[in-house]
């Protein structure tokens, strides 16, 4: 029998001097496996006598406890080093700041027609739309506007060419979103409340004039509707939009072919030092035209005027939105500056509501 304590030191050392798993599967095999070491010991106490296995055999089994526990044990070691290790190598520092994001801006057009929107929708008007490129029916004829009509010269109107020979009256780039009115109402017939935002187009450009611009149509029209409820729900609108609780309106005579009576409405506002501001001051700027929807515009799509009666608007919502976010020039609107666009661009969706409150 081969002197246990060199078998012993040798082996322990071996099992503390692996480097890695595999070296130690190797060295469990070399001592404890079948043809391993202590094995081969063990299998020497076979051929003793009872006595002598005796006191051969209890050191032996302790030795094998022994190795087997330091195997164990290094295994664990290992484990925990290459934890360790990888710790060290695969770490991220998380109060790093990010790569900066490439991020876009909402347009001032498209969030203020988000706002306008939700406001609407809030008092129960739905939205609704029709299409840029309108028949001369639509934009003037059951507007009341009839071919020998002022208004027709007032609009600067696009005309679209007629193939040679066409001589039915040429279509146009519609010039207010006022022809919706018409085919929202022979469509879905009375009563109905809808507004209808969308672009527009004039012949026209200067600071506060470009040749496309943004409108939004309003319509209400139902039994016993009256410039009551008109100037009722416009108020609301102003108190909403502009964030000011005691906004004032004023409704001054006007006339417009589609509607009797007319009304264009003004909000106070002030001038100080160039710099405008909205619900205060002596001034007053103009910011829409109104009026009660002319009989002849019910008949015209289709309504029952004897029956029917309502309010309509015209707001422009790039109007709006340069008195509301101070912007000075509506042509920048549509040049697609990117420095313009970050400067007044909106990067998220903060839309006033009624219910949700005036935040001023
Ligand atoms: N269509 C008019 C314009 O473009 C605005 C307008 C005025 C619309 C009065 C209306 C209204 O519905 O009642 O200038």
């Known amino acids: 029998m081969q002197d246990l304590e060199s078998v012993r030191a040798k082996n322990l050392a071996a099992i503390a001097a692996a480097v890695d798993e595999v070296a130690l599967e190797a060295l469990r095999v070399a001592v404890l496996g079948k043809k391993g070491e202590i094995s081969l010991m063990m299998r020497v106490l076979g051929q003793m006598t009872p006595i002598e296995r005796q006191t051969a055999g209890a050191p032996l089994n302790a030795l094998k406890d022994e190795i087997n526990s330091a195997l164990v044990a290094r295994k664990a070691a290992l484990a925990d080093l290459d934890l360790a290790r990888r710790l060290e190598t695969e770490w991220l520092d998380v109060t790093l700041s990010p790569r900066p994001l490439q991020q876009g801006t909402l347009h001032p057009v498209s969030q203020v027609t988000e706002e306008v929107i939700a406001i609407f929708a809030d008092l129960g008007f739905k939205v609704a739309e029709g299409p840029q490129i309108e028949t001369d029916w639509y934009n003037f004829d059951a507007l009341n506007i009839p071919p020998e009509h002022p208004a027709r010269q007032e609009m600067d109107t696009f005309y679209m ?145 004897t029956v029917f009666q309502g309010f309509a608007f015209g707001m422009g919502i790039d109007r709006i939105a340069m008195l509301k976010y101070g912007i000075p020039d509506l042509r920048a609107f549509f040049d697609s500056d990117l420095r313009w666009l970050r400067h007044y661009g909106f990067a998220t969706l903060d839309m006033p509501t009624i219910h949700g409150g005036l935040s001023a």
């Open 161 to 305: 060419a007629r193939a040679e020979g066409d001589d039915r009256p040429p279509n146009v780039l519609r010039t207010h979103t006022s022809p919706v009115q018409i085919r929202y109402m022979a469509e879905h017939g009375a009563p109905c409340r809808i507004i209808a935002p969308g672009r527009v187009y004039r012949c026209d450009y200067d600071q506060t004039h470009t040749p496309m611009f943004h409108q939004v149509e309003g319509l209400a029209i139902d039994r016993g509707i009256s410039m009551a409820n008109l100037k009722w729900v416009l108020e609301e609108f102003c108190r909403a939009f502009f964030e000011i609780e005691g906004v004032e309106l004023r409704f001054r005579a006007s006339h417009f072919p589609f509607t009797e009576p007319s009304a264009e409405v003004d909000i106070r506002c002030s001038w100080v030092g160039g710099q405008l501001k909205i619900g205060e001051g002596d001034d007053w700027m103009e910011i829409l035209g109104s009026g009660m929807v002319h009989p002849k515009v019910l008949e015209a799509a289709g309504v029952d005027s």
